[in-house]
Structures are given as structure tokens and as C-alpha cells.
């Protein structure tokens, strides 16, 4: 069978080709999130696009994945943050399912970071603060509480600046329970570090690549 273009195509394109930094899983922050903000840093260093950027895994009611790329908007003791309208589609699949995944690529330093937990409402402040911080022109999207509806070419619409928040704004923290560093190496010798929630704070393991 010939392989086709596509594959030839695949096959040209090299991944992991570094070089890549050194991760030492053994000097490592006691707690995750101060982990995922010394690799944030580097990210940043390292000049990589969008950075914050990440992938939020959901399901459905009938048990099906989803997923999306999303901003991260802050990290603390609560988790990873991101703001989104809670009528969406992926606001919707979590108030069926809080148990949420978040996926993290930086391909220049060739590290992935996974995040497993339950997405957690702030309430009615955080939506407010973090929507007034938005642009006007983002405001004016998130007023029509339209997202991801098909649009009608006679519905084709932008709301003015809103006076007020809308209603399904919201922002989520993703509380972890386990959260996977990920070094990649041009030998193939990965680095993997999982964190796993505990009783009383945090267990590091290191799992085969
Ligand atoms: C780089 C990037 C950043 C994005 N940031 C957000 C965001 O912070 N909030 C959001 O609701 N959608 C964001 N989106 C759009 C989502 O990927 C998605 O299309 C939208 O939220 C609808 O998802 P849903 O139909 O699963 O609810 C972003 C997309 C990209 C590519």
C-alpha cells in the first residue's frame, strides 16, 4: 500500500527536535501551582506565542468529550481560572459534569502540563471584575450571550457596550487533583512528574514515559 500525501506530508514534520532544557523532577516546588508558574515563566522567557492558551476538556450529558482552547486568567490556591459564559456549550456540559481536564503545550521547551479537577463557580464578583476588565468590543460579544448558537445571516448583530454584566458570565477555577509536568527529551527519555492531591497537600511521583 502507498502511503498517502498526507502521511508523506505528516512524516516530513519533525516533533521534539530541541534542543530542549533539562527538567530536574527532584528540585520541584511543594505545591503545583508554584510549579506551573516557575514553567509559566520560562515559557514566557522562551518567547512562546500565547502562552496561556490552553486546552479545557469537558463532557457532555450523554458522556461524550469536548474540548476547547481557552485563556488562563489567573492561578492561585483555588486552581487555574478562565472566564466563559456559563449558557455556552462547555458552561452548560459542566453543570452537568464539574470534572474538567486543562492541557497545557509549549512546544519550544517541548512541555506539556495536564490538569485534572473539578471546575469551581467564583460567583458574582470575580464574573464582574473580570468582565469590566475586558474590552469593550469583548464586552459587547459577551452581552449577546449567543456564543456558539448557529448564527442566522439576519441575526448577524453586535450588541453595544453593555451597562451591566450579563447574566451566565462567569469565571471557573479548575481545583486540582492531580497535575502532570511533562519534559520532553530528543532521546525519548521523557520527564513525567504527577502531582497528586493527598490529605494534607501533595504527593510527586514520577511515572514512565
Ligand atoms: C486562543 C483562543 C483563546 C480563546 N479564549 C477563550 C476564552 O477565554 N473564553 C471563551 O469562552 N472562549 C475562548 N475561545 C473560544 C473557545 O475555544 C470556543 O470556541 C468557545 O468558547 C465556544 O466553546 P463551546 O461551544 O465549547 O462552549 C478561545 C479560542 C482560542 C483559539
Known amino acids: 500500500m502507498t502511503a498517502s500525501p498526507t502521511r508523506l506530508l505528516l512524516r516530513k514534520l519533525p516533533s521534539l527536535a530541541g534542543p530542549l532544557p533539562d527538567f530536574d523532577p527532584v528540585a520541584i516546588a511543594e505545591v503545583p501551582q508554584d510549579q506551573f508558574v516557575i514553567w509559566l515563566r520560562e515559557a514566557i522567557a522562551a518567547g512562546i ?3 496561556h492558551a490552553m486546552t479545557l476538556g469537558t463532557v457532555d450529558a450523554q458522556g461524550r468529550p469536548d474540548a476547547r482552547v481557552l485563556i488562563l486568567k489567573d492561578l492561585d490556591e483555588r486552581g487555574w481560572h478562565y472566564a466563559t459564559s456559563r449558557k455556552s456549550p462547555k458552561g452548560q ?4 459534569t464539574s470534572e474538567v481536564a486543562l492541557t497545557f503545550y509549549w512546544p519550544l521547551l517541548g512541555r506539556q ?8 463557580d467564583l460567583g458574582r464578583e470575580a464574573a464582574a471584575a473580570d468582565f469590566w476588565a475586558r474590552s469593550a468590543e469583548a464586552r459587547s460579544g459577551a452581552a449577546l450571550e449567543r456564543q456558539s448558537q448557529i448564527m442566522d445571516a439576519d441575526l448577524e448583530q453586535s450588541a453595544a457596550d453593555p451597562s451591566e454584566v450579563p447574566g451566565g458570565w462567569s469565571v471557573f477555577a479548575v481545583r486540582p487533583d492531580s497535575v502532570e509536568f511533562w519534559q520532553g527529551c530528543t532521546d525519548r ?3 513525567r512528574l504527577l502531582y497528586n492531591r493527598i490529605d494534607r497537600g501533595w504527593k510527586a ?5
Open 205 to 209: 511521583t514520577r511515572l514512565w514515559p
Open 49 to 51: 506565542t500565547e502562552p
Open 93 to 96: 456540559q459542566i453543570a452537568g
Open 189 to 191: 527519555q521523557h520527564v
Open 113 to 120: 502540563v495536564r490538569v485534572r479537577g473539578t471546575a469551581v
